[in-house]
């Protein structure tokens, strides 16, 4: 049996979120929320698990320093150790002041390429991609609330009327 | 409104009391001749066998006194010891410096912080200016405290400042190229200058922002915001030369460019974390009821991006002098480097990695132990770093945290305490008629 799901469309964001917070009251499962814009708070209403990207952030942020120290570290001080200008290479501690930019800015490189790439995968965005977007209006004006219908059409219907829904749509999926 | 409580006022009079007694300690037993300061350096010297060879030689480097350069063979012994009597002696005088400068830059760099919040008119804020206001109620005395040890110094009370000593100036060239800017006199006319435009700010602003509590219009707010949008001005002009005078002149013959941003910098941080400490307690005690965690959020992130930016002041100074190693400059960082090891080093443990670590997390920010204890270690890393920049260039290697350190710092502590809170006691500790302050009571972030 094909799944069936209710379109609920808002023209403002204050309405959206009073919707929402009906919705859940009510303990029905929200599937998708598409809006035009951020909107503050949203996903605390949702019930949205937080992000757990900064910390990705960081451990490739600690990826970055370690590859930047162990790349220098080799070819400065162990591979071929010059006297360069006077510059101290018989150990990396020695040396490191001259080191850190370069530390530094790997460690952002990797932390700030690798989260956003990171970010990319999570959200299943790449070049080419056929677009998700149910309705037209939702990039412009119009905030859309997307609810699966267990036979519960009516009830469902006339919850997200009263929510201030400007249009209410069923179709199948 | 708030009431200093009996077990503070006690505490902060016993901290100044002991401090008292710590610093009376360090001027007693500082030697009065030369056979005594030799007597104390080798009844407790174990580790400094062979030093001689070493402090004589970078002796030269350093330039403390121009004088020994041109003493070579006989007479080189007789002026190395008259010089670690001029040590040893300083270390009392240097202890109250550091302690009494570093209490009164957190005033100072909760002054320039205020004057920040009032010129970009920030919205979070305002629920805090009364304790900012309390806290910088400290400028008053804390300068002239520091305004008298300088006055002091000038009156050769003591060898704090090298370039005030007549005789060695006669003999060094350099101090005498410099002498047009470092003189008695004119440092103190600077001195009177500085401390004169931020007490002025401080109370004027603060006399504003009381009127402006009875007021009927917004005046006073429009008034508030161009003094401090003005003050910035002025304070970015004279803290750079305060750095010069009061810090970077104790070793008249290094300079260093962006000296007065990386002093800028520790006073700012160590100033933002004593409003953070302050108003964590105050809110502990039931004051401040609307004071949320977002507050303490942004006060934390404050914290630690200043670290951050104190940390890259410091690196710079030190990269750029390490890696072109030019002898005139550099002998700056070898000495601090060759005797005091664990406090340079520890100072940046202390004062980045640590807030680094602890104040990464978002969530961390907003628990008040975990910024009571970082705001602890950084505070404790700033006073390091103000040791780390009087102390070489006035006692040198003899330096060591002992009684007079430690007393000088209870004291200026036990005051700051008491004066603060006091002035906290006053009015009020929530502005009533700022136009931000309800953005800033309902902030959220």
């Not at chain 1, 009510?26 to 814009?37: L, N, R, T």
């Not at chain 2, 002026?79 to 040893?88: A, G, M, N, V």
């Not at chain 2, 008695?184 to 602003?205: N, Q, T």
């Not at chain 2, 628990?367 to 009571?372: D, K, M, Q, R, T």
Request: hydrophobic share 50%.
């Amino acid at each position: 049996m094909a799944s069936k799901v209710i379109h609920a469309l808002y023209t403002d964001d204050d309405v959206l979120m009073h919707a929402v917070k009906k919705v859940k009251e009510a303990k029905h499962h929200i599937e998708e929320i598409y809006c035009p814009f951020p909107v503050h708070g949203l996903d605390k209403a949702m019930g949205l698990a937080p992000t757990r990207i900064a910390i990705t952030a960081f451990i490739y942020g600690c990826i970055g320093l370690a590859v930047a120290t162990v790349m220098m570290n080799y070819i400065m001080i162990e591979d071929w150790p010059q006297d360069i200008g006077g510059k101290p290479s018989f150990s990396y501690l020695e040396n490191m002041p001259a080191f850190v930019p370069i530390m530094f800015e790997l460690t952002v490189f990797f932390a700030a390429h690798l989260m956003v790439i990171t970010f990319y995968m999570r959200s299943r965005l790449w070049p080419f991609k056929e677009a998700e977007n149910p309705d037209k209006r939702t990039t412009d004006d119009h905030f859309l609330m997307e609810i699966e219908i267990h036979d519960n059409e009516d009830e469902l219907r006339q919850l997200l009327a009263e929510s201030g829904a400007v249009e209410i749509n069923i179709l199948e999926k | 409104m708030y009431t200093i409580s009996n077990r503070l006022k006690i505490a902060s009079i016993v901290l100044m009391v002991l401090g008292a007694i710590g610093i009376g300690i360090g001027f007693v037993s500082s030697p009065g001749t030369v056979e005594e300061a030799k007597a104390m350096v080798a009844s407790h010297d174990d580790g400094h066998g062979g030093g001689h060879e070493v402090a004589a030689e970078h002796h030269e480097d350093v330039n403390e006194h121009g004088a020994t350069t041109e003493a070579h063979g006989e007479t080189h012994d007789a002026s190395h010891d008259e010089h670690l009597l001029h040590q040893l002696q300083n270390r009392p005088w240097a202890a109250l410096y550091v302690a009494a400068f570093f209490f009164f830059m957190i005033s100072l760099g909760v002054l320039a912080f205020y004057a920040i919040q009032r010129a970009a008119q920030a919205g979070w804020s305002p629920i805090l200016f009364r304790v900012m206001e309390g806290i910088t109620s400290y400028l008053v005395p804390g300068g002239i405290i520091v305004f008298v040890i300088l006055a002091l110094s000038v009156a050769h009370m003591n060898h704090l400042f090298v370039w005030m000593d007549a005789e060695v100036v006669a003999h060094d060239e350099l101090l005498q190229g410099k002498a047009g800017f470092l003189n008695g006199p004119f440092f103190l006319i600077r001195a009177a200058i500085f401390l004169g435009g931020w007490i002025f700010y401080r109370e004027y602003s603060r006399k504003l922002s009381l009127a402006q509590d009875e007021a009927t219009d917004n005046t006073n707010f429009v008034k508030n915001f161009r003094l401090s949008a003005a003050f910035l001005v002025f304070y970015l002009v004279t803290e750079s030369m305060m750095s010069w005078d009061w810090i970077m002149s104790v070793d008249p013959h290094w300079f260093s460019t962006l000296f007065g941003w990386y002093i800028f910098a520790s006073m700012f941080v160590s100033g933002i974390t004593v409003i953070a400490l302050v108003t964590i307690y105050l809110k502990s005690k039931g004051y401040l009821q609307e004071v949320n965690n977002s507050h303490i959020h942004d006060l934390a992130k404050f914290m630690f991006g200043i670290s951050i930016f104190w940390t890259y002041l410091w690196f710079s100074q030190f990269m750029l002098i390490w890696y072109s190693n030019i002898p005139e400059e550099v002998t700056y960082y070898i000495t601090r480097i060759a005797d005091f090891k664990l406090p340079f080093f520890g100072m940046v443990a202390m004062n980045f990695l640590f807030p680094l670590l602890i104040l990464m997390n978002s969530d961390f920010k907003r628990v008040n132990w975990f910024v009571v204890m970082a705001g602890i270690v950084i505070l404790a890393g700033h006073y390091l770093d103000i040791f780390n920049a009087i102390m070489p260039s006035t006692v040198g290697d003899q330096w060591y945290i002992g009684i007079p350190e430690i007393g000088a710092v209870l004291f200026f502590a036990g005051l700051f305490t008491f004066w603060v809170f006091r002035a906290l006691s006053k009015v009020p500790l929530q502005p009533t008629r700022n136009p931000f302050i309800e953005e800033s009571k309902h902030f959220h972030y």
